[in-house]
């Protein structure tokens, strides 16, 4: 049977070692689909972060210049790990995160792609030799892992987030301090004990829990820490990158969304509903490149709303560890007031609640996915990031007016639209402020292509072949006086 205590770990990995904090403190991990403690995860702070910084830097002295075939199969027995324990893996993220078990498993299968992509891509990871002015020289490029690494990842994807900055930095040979968000850190600490056992030495990999200021602040002091990898909200982004000055680090930042879904007249219906749902109530809508505004043209409007209306009321909310539940609890309080919030605005400014609109009856921290028509620019979601199960309808008429609308926002980090127009496909994809673009789909990510924002939505790519180039310094040798 399937188990979740599997690779429950309640202690941190410093150094080789499974620790608790220094002070004995820890803090409780709550199941947000019952309100249950799970258990409880150490309360870490700036001494216990700076050892795993030490561990980390003294680790990557051998693993920066370990062979290349040993990353490899180090990163492909990680992937078979992964894998032989996705059940176990996907009902503990379940239980901590509260995502369906489908898409829990979902996760935990794109996690071990990311593995296996970066395991192949690394072996490409080519330098250059260019052509020298004068025949006495050889110019070389050639590349190098960055150094330590901190990556700080939140609660959304626990363990994706963190297979994608984990997996290229191991591959390009960097060693790691990972803080996973406080909310859901057991993901992230079975990272920690996957990759104990499939053998990566001590201070290779290592994760601490407790407090974000208190660790992230460690990180980012700390000269030996060459790049910082960071996932969750604007305005911690802001900071990280502010605090990296000083130390002048390397920074990967993906940040808030906004995104925008276009649907045009001469879309497929169906097909856009269908895209709709998934681009905004995956996660119950808690996902970066979740829809936040959808645009629809006049023309297919009335109908759009009638059917994504109905596909909505049709979605199954519950404990996502149960058979064909769609929609889970939201991760807290908090993020249920926010889009109580957004919606009591819209509605304030003319905004209509045609499905949902209020807590859902289980109780907790679930709410009822919801649908908004009659949405205006003047409302606080048209700039503000919802981040749940609030689907926010605006009308429009021409091409340029939708272009327009969806970027006027200072996030660039996915857009969707559904048309059949080839030509309007380009104008889109020259138009649109954006540095994920779905046209007829609204689920992109995948580890062959690069993810990652434009404007304040961050730097940086994640997957694809650029996902590897952060975690790589470029030197140039020149070897002169050859003749
Ligand atoms: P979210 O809205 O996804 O929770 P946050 O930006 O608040 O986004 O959190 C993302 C991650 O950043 C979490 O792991 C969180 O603990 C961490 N974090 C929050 N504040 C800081 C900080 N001042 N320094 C470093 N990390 C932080």
Known sequence: MTDFTTYLQQANLIGGAWVGADSGTTIDVTNPATGEVIGTVPNCGTDETNRAIAAASDAFKSFSRTDLMTRVKLL????????????????????????????????????????????????RAKGEIVPAPTNDRRLLVTRHPVGVVGAITPWNFPSSMLARKLAPALAAGCTVIAKPATATPYSGLAWGKLCEEVGYPAGVVNVVTGSARQIGGAIMDSPDVRKVTFTGSTEIGKTLIR???????????????????????????????????????????????????????????????????????????????????QQGPMIDMAAVEKVEEFIADAVSKGGKIVEGGKRHGNGGTYFEPTVVTGATADMAFATEEIFGPLAAVFSFDTEEEAIAAANDTDFGLAAYAYTKDVGRVFRL?????????????????????????????????????????????TKYVCVAGLL
């Open 76 to 123: 492909h027995g990680l992937h078979d790990a992964l894998m032989d324990n996705q059940a176990s893996l996907a009902l503990l993220l379940t239980t901590e995160q509260g995502k369906p078990l489908f898409e829990a498993m979902g996760e935990i299968a794109i996690s071990a792609a990311y593995v296996r992509w970066f395991a192949e891509e690394v072996r």
């Open 429 to 473: 994809n020259d138009g649109l402020q954006y540095g994920l673009i779905g046209i007829n789909s609204g689920l992109i990510t995948t580890v062959e292509a690069p993810f990652g924002g434009l404007k304040e939505s961050g730097m940086g790519k994640e997957g694809g072949s650029q996902g590897l180039d952060d975690y790589l310094s």
């Open 243 to 325: 605090q990296s000055a000083d130390t002048v680090k390397k920074v990967s930042m993906e940040l808030g969304g906004n995104a925008p879904f276009i649907v045009f007249d001469d879309a497929d219906l169906d097909a856009a509903v269908q895209g709709a749902m998934i681009a905004k109530f995956r996660n119950m809508g808690q996902t970066c490149v979740c829809t936040n505004r959808f645009y629809v043209q006049a023309g297919i409007h009335d109908a759009f709303v009638e059917k994504l209306k109905e596909a909505v009321a049709a979605l199954v909310v519950g404990n996502g560890i149960e058979d064909g539940v």
